[in-house]
Every structure is written in structure tokens, then in C-alpha cells.
Nanobody, 115 residues
Framework: QVQVVESGGGSVQAGGSLRLSCAAS????????MGWYRQTPGKQRELVAT???????QYADAVKGRFTISRDNAKNTLFLQMNSLKPEDTAVYYC?????????WGQGTQVTVSS
């Protein structure tokens, strides 16, 4: 089983920065891809950024050039540095950790960007 816990959300003014963290506790399986997703009320959860175990990254067009995803494989931790935040970045941000068998989600952390 894998437990995933996010932290680092909060409220910030437009143009500000936040850094999200995610810790995945693993009993048996190796964590492969990890990623950040976000969701606003009434909308589907959408991909923000993903990173492979080898460090290959993928970003949504809306966050390219502003957000940076990184990870520490030794500690099974994931990060998202968010700069130049916009009001439209307001959402609950979820971390996902994938093993060979399944994907595991955290409970989410709220990010609110005011104009």
C-alpha cells in the first residue's frame, strides 16, 4: 500500500509563489511516475505536471514557464514550485504516485490566488 500526503498550499496574491510538497510512503513497491493534478468545483481533475523516475517532465500548457516539478527518489518526495501565480491557478492540487500496479492519490491541498 502507498500513502500520499500533500502540503504547502495556501493563499497568495497574483504574481506570488508557492511550493507544494508531496510525501509518498511505500511499504513494498517502487514509485515510478509522479505528478501534480488540480481540480476546481464543477470541473474535471486536470494534469498540471508529471515527472518520471528518470526525471523526464511534462507540463500543461497553462503552467509552462511558471511551474517546475521535481522529485527526490531516495525520499519518495515530489515538489511543485509555482511562480507568477494567477487567479486561474486557484484549485485543489493533488499529488499522484504510480507503482507498477496502481496509482495512489493524496487528499489534496488548496491553493488560492487572489487578484
Amino acid at each position: 500500500q502507498v500513502q500520499v500526503v500533500e502540503s504547502g498550499g495556501g493563499s497568495v496574491q497574483a504574481g506570488g509563489s508557492l511550493r507544494l510538497s508531496c510525501a509518498a510512503s511505500v511499504v513494498t513497491y517502487r514509485i515510478n511516475d509522479m505528478g501534480w493534478y488540480r481540480q476546481t468545483p464543477g470541473k474535471q481533475r486536470e494534469l498540471v505536471a508529471t515527472i518520471s523516475r528518470g526525471g523526464s517532465t511534462q507540463y500543461a500548457d497553462a503552467v509552462k514557464g511558471r511551474f517546475t516539478i521535481s522529485r527526490d527518489n531516495a525520499k519518495n518526495t515530489l515538489f511543485l514550485q509555482m511562480n507568477s501565480l494567477k487567479p486561474e491557478d486557484t484549485a485543489v492540487y493533488y499529488c499522484k504516485a504510480e507503482t507498477f500496479f496502481s496509482g495512489y492519490w493524496g487528499q489534496g491541498t488548496q491553493v488560492t490566488v487572489s487578484s
